[in-house]
């Protein structure tokens, strides 16, 4: 009887929490449904680190909709590390930083929401951030109320100084801290995929990294000091492009903010944001719109390599050959259609002759199958925006070094 009667109050106090007096509902959890397509925005990091201020973010919110990356998709705006004091205040809470957000970070976020966007912040499951800046172990529920109050729309979560932690208990933490606070916030983990989040990020957040920091640059590993290194585009992509089966709408594979537009040549530029968008990963630009080239901004905003990223199966692409260094990436895509993307690694241009018989696809991990033999597909040039033939004949072009092309192929 004693044992039934803490069973049933055990249970009883899952679900109802007693603080100061209130009864709450305790929350456990992510908020299901709020990223059924990968999450499409910009983020401070790999252009400004720390050196963020409310200037900056009130410029690129109007640029984000002047420009028509808005019109295109792109809705959240991050403020990754630096956005608050080194302590937090008497009470424990967070402070953002006065001398950067002096209008208070409230009032950012209302000016953001007034044009249409989103906003997001910043934290750590440790006991600091990445840049040294208050972490949030042992704060998780009131940093949640924080959010909220704040009425933000996304919290991307990191994991530095997390020794001796468990990620999946840490994060879990958190997703439920969110949840108990009340407000939507889209749960982004930032885990750099070293406790394999694929496995048990699905009911914790709404998308996870699954790879160490970028690099701008196509296929290197840059080392820092300290035993860590970022990575080149193709090295992220390679990485882990084995564990597509885990990544769908609303639990993304997350291959990291984008650096197009930070220096890479506008043939990178075009095969990452590809690969990006073959790989259903979110799209968070990570350039400086204010000094934003037309050829950056025309590649950002292709709509048609955006709708191969945001298609509503939400299928993770993967490599169905590669000879030479000549590559050939595909995704399935609704309507029985699918994206085909040529990918030349090496350092010469290529020639592709592509005999789409002799390339059956077949999708082992969702099922998905093309024959050329039985059907004959159209094909539409998503880069040159135009029909480009059909199946029926072999795929014939030149391809640049470094550069992609990428197909539609319609049914
Ligand atoms: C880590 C993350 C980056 C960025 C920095 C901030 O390295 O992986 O994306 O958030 O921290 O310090």
């Known amino acids: 009887m004693k044992k039934l009667l803490f069973t049933l109050l055990l249970s009883a106090t899952t679900i109802l929490g007693f603080s100061q007096g209130n009864v709450y509902k305790l929350g456990t959890g992510k908020f299901e449904g709020l990223a059924m397509t990968p999450p499409m ?145 889209v749960f982004s983990l930032c885990e750099w995929g070293d406790n394999k989040p694929w496995d048990w990020g699905k009911p914790v957040g709404n998308l996870w990294r699954i790879s160490g920091d970028i690099y701008p640059c196509f296929d290197c590993e840059y080392k820092h000091p300290g035993n860590w290194s970022s990575w080149g585009v193709m090295k992220i992509v390679e990485m882990r492009k084995d564990i597509r089966k885990f990544s769908g709408p609303d639990h993304w594979n997350d291959f990291d903010m984008m650096e197009v537009g930070n220096g890479m040549t506008i043939a990178e530029d075009r095969t990452h944001f590809a690969m990006w968008c073959m790989m259903a990963s979110p799209l968070i630009a990570g350039n400086d719109f204010r000094k934003m080239s037309k050829e950056t901004l025309a590649i950002l905003t292709n709509k048609e390599l955006i709708a191969v990223n945001q298609d509503k199966l939400g299928i993770q692409g993967f490599k169905l050959s590669a000879e030479d260094g000549l590559e050939v990436w595909v995704k399935p895509i609704s309507d029985g259609n699918w994206a085909i993307t040529f990918l030349n690694r090496t350092d010469v241009s290529k020639k592709i002759n592509f005999d789409w018989k002799k390339n059956p696809i077949k999708d082992a991990d969702f099922g998905y199958e093309a024959d050329f033999n039985k059907v004959i597909f159209k094909i539409k040039d998503l880069w040159e925006n135009k029909e480009a033939g059909t199946t029926k004949k072999n795929f014939t072009a030149d391809i640049a070094s470094h550069d992609v092309i990428t197909l539609k192929l319609i049914k």
């Open 41 to 185: 925005g910009w983020n401070s990091w790999n252009t400004f680190e720390t050196k963020i201020d409310e200037k900056l973010v009130k410029e690129t919110a109007d640029i984000m909709v002047a420009s028509g990356m808005a019109a295109a998709g792109y809705n959240y705006i991050v403020l990754d590390d630096g956005w608050m004091t080194k302590e937090r205040d008497t009470d424990g809470n967070l402070v953002p930083d006065p001398i950067k957000f002096p209008s208070g970070m409230k009032a950012l976020v209302d000016y953001v929401h007034a044009k249409g966007l989103k906003f997001g912040l910043y934290n750590c499951a440790g006991t600091h951030t990445c840049a040294g800046y208050p972490g949030t172990r042992g704060y998780e529920y009131q940093d949640a109320r924080f959010y909220a109050n704040l009425n933000i729309d996304f919290l991307k979560y990191d994991w530095c100084n997390t020794e001796g932690i468990n990620a999946k208990e840490a994060y879990t933490t958190m997703s439920n801290a969110l949840k108990t606070a009340g407000k939507p916030i």
